[in-house]
């Protein structure tokens, strides 16, 4: 159980364009979402912390308008980067947190920006 | 501001070899401690976590860590790695005030046959 998925997996886009991910909670209701960035060989860093039904929380320094969070449902979150720019390019991590437990992490979705 | 120190950046072993990775911590309050890690090309996983209780914690795949309040650190520790321990490390800290978790910069262990 506790199975989080991201799609796409891997997305392209063109400078200016905008890409949206998703993030589903499969087999458990997650009152929290989070996103992260992860750059090669580095840590993870915290975008965002989104409850269900509630604007999102946004981190030091992320421009919420860029990235736009969405958390319609107990199972579902997304992550719409409006405007891509290359140094948009990164691998996106969602994570969902189950009431009582740990936070279970997503795949990924390693985006590009040409 | 929070902090997450992972002192080594990149540990090369070999297969049986005793592995200790740093992790320290700063912040005053009452924290919850957990290691990651990330084999190549898969999502995080769960190696273990501390919440409470004792401070000695033991994890999946013969991992384990201990708390050590006063100094502020959670090292990972494991007896004998094997080459599928090949993976990034991470540390991360909760602290009481949300959800969000704090990673450390991570730890690259290459374990040799």
């Known amino acids: 159980g506790a199975v989080v998925s991201q799609h796409p997996s891997w997305v392209i886009c063109k400078s200016g364009t905008s890409v949206k991910i998703e993030c589903r909670s499969l087999d458990f209701q997650a009152t929290t979402m989070f996103w992260y960035r992860q750059f090669p060989k580095q840590s993870l860093m915290l975008m965002a912390t989104s409850n269900e039904g509630s604007k999102a929380t946004y981190e030091q320094g992320v421009e919420k308008d860029k990235f736009l969070i969405n958390h319609a449902s107990l199972t579902l979150s997304t992550l719409t980067v409006t405007s891509a720019h290359p140094e948009d390019s990164s691998f996106y991590i969602c994570?969902?947190?189950?009431?009582?437990?740990?936070?279970?992490f997503g795949p990924g979705t390693r985006l590009t920006v040409t | 501001a929070q902090s997450v120190s992972q002192h080594n950046h990149h540990v090369i072993l070999s297969e049986a070899a005793s592995l200790e990775l740093g992790c320290n911590y700063s912040y005053g309050g009452t924290v919850n401690l957990f290691w990651y890690v990330q084999y190549p090309g898969q999502h995080l996983q769960l190696l273990l976590k501390y919440f409470s209780g004792d401070p000695l914690v033991k994890g999946i795949k013969g991992f384990e860590a201990e708390f050590i309040k006063s100094k502020f650190s959670f090292n990972l520790r494991k007896p004998s790695v094997q080459w599928s321990d090949t993976a990034e490390y991470f540390c991360?800290?909760?602290?009481?005030?949300?959800?969000?978790?704090?990673f450390g910069k991570g730890t690259s262990l290459l374990v040799t046959p």
């Open positions: 991360a800290v909760k602290t009481n005030s949300g959800y969000a978790l704090n």
């Open positions: 994570s969902a947190r189950r009431q009582g437990h740990e936070q279970y």
